[in-house]
């Protein structure tokens, strides 16, 4: 394990719970520890957990030896980064880190993307640290591997831009800004919660949900009066009436009317 930050900090003792043997490199390595040239000549897997933009130089700086695998654990990062190993896959953990690290991967889900002569052995050990591994195609094509960092990135930063809107919203309303998370969070996790039961679909609630254009048109009003306009408010409502329109809750009328309103300016 070349790098020593939160990601191989959860993963090292999970790997060495299961009986496998890990080395780790340092950039400065302490007494007793190793340097990432040494490390990698112990191993038969490199796992590479710098960040982004030192993968590939990490690689290209390594004396590979025929027989070894290179791994990255970035969505974002194409294997060419790796071109200078024999061989390369990604294991690439949907968790974030910043929020849990610790060592406990089951119920998390992680992107394998390797050759047909490691695929299995990847899978497996996805199976064995408790993760549900999702198989990718190799290599990934970059319009698929941004659509999948993307889709990835939304599903979590993405849902703070949404409460930022919330909060500005909150506090057009005269309420303190300090307020809004503690109130409006057990919202989102109910949402969430309730998705996970019923599916997106199913868990859509609301003015867009009932069909109530008068509620959905007030609260485009009050978004518009934002400095960032309703731009968000409407691309969202959109979206939720195309899950609501697949549950089936809604009229045709109800339907039209709710997208008649959503394309006015």
């Known amino acids: 394990m070349i790098g020593w930050g939160r990601l191989a900090q959860a993963l090292v003792p999970a790997l060495r719970a299961l009986g496998e043997t890990v080395v780790v490199g340092r950039r400065v390595p302490g007494p007793g520890e190793f340097s990432a040239a040494d490390a990698a000549a112990l191993a038969d897997w490199i796992w590479l957990t710098v960040p982004d933009d030192h993968i590939a130089t990490q690689a290209a700086a390594l004396r590979w030896r025929p027989g070894q695998l290179a791994l990255h654990c970035s969505g974002a990062t194409p294997?060419?980064?790796l071109a200078a190993a024999p061989a390369a896959a990604g294991f690439h953990p949907l968790r974030l880190l910043a929020a849990d690290a610790s060592?406990?991967?089951?119920?998390?889900?992680?992107?394998i993307e390797a050759p047909p002569a490691y695929r299995d052995a990847l899978?497996?050990?996805?199976?064995r640290l408790?993760?549900?591994?999702?198989?990718l195609a190799w290599p990934m094509s970059a319009t698929a591997r941004a659509s999948y960092h993307a889709?990835?990135?939304?599903?979590?930063?993405?849902?703070?831009?949404?409460?930022?809107?919330?909060?500005?919203?909150?506090?057009?309303?005269?309420?303190?800004?300090?307020?809004?998370l503690p109130a409006l969070r057990p919202l989102t996790e109910g949402a969430l919660a309730t998705a996970a039961r019923r599916g997106l679909a199913g868990a859509v609630s609301?003015?867009?949900?009932?069909?109530?254009?008068?509620?959905?048109?007030?609260?485009?009003?009050?978004?518009?009066?934002?400095p960032q306009g309703d731009g968000l408010m409407r691309a969202l409502a959109n979206l939720q009436l195309e899950l609501a329109t697949t549950d089936g809750r809604l009229t045709a009328a109800q339907v039209d009317q709710l997208r008649r309103l959503l394309a006015a300016t």
């Open 79 to 81: 294997l060419a980064a």
């Open 103 to 111: 060592p406990v991967w089951a119920g998390y889900s992680v992107g």
């Open 123 to 127: 899978l497996d050990l996805a199976r």
């Open 130 to 135: 408790g993760l549900q591994p999702l198989t």
């Open 151 to 180: 889709a990835a990135n939304l599903a979590a930063s993405g849902v703070l831009a949404v409460l930022a809107h919330a909060q500005s919203l909150w506090a057009a309303a005269g309420l303190l800004g300090d307020g809004a």
């Open 206 to 226: 609301g003015p867009v949900a009932r069909g109530d254009a008068g509620v959905l048109q007030s609260h485009l009003q009050a978004a518009a009066m934002l």
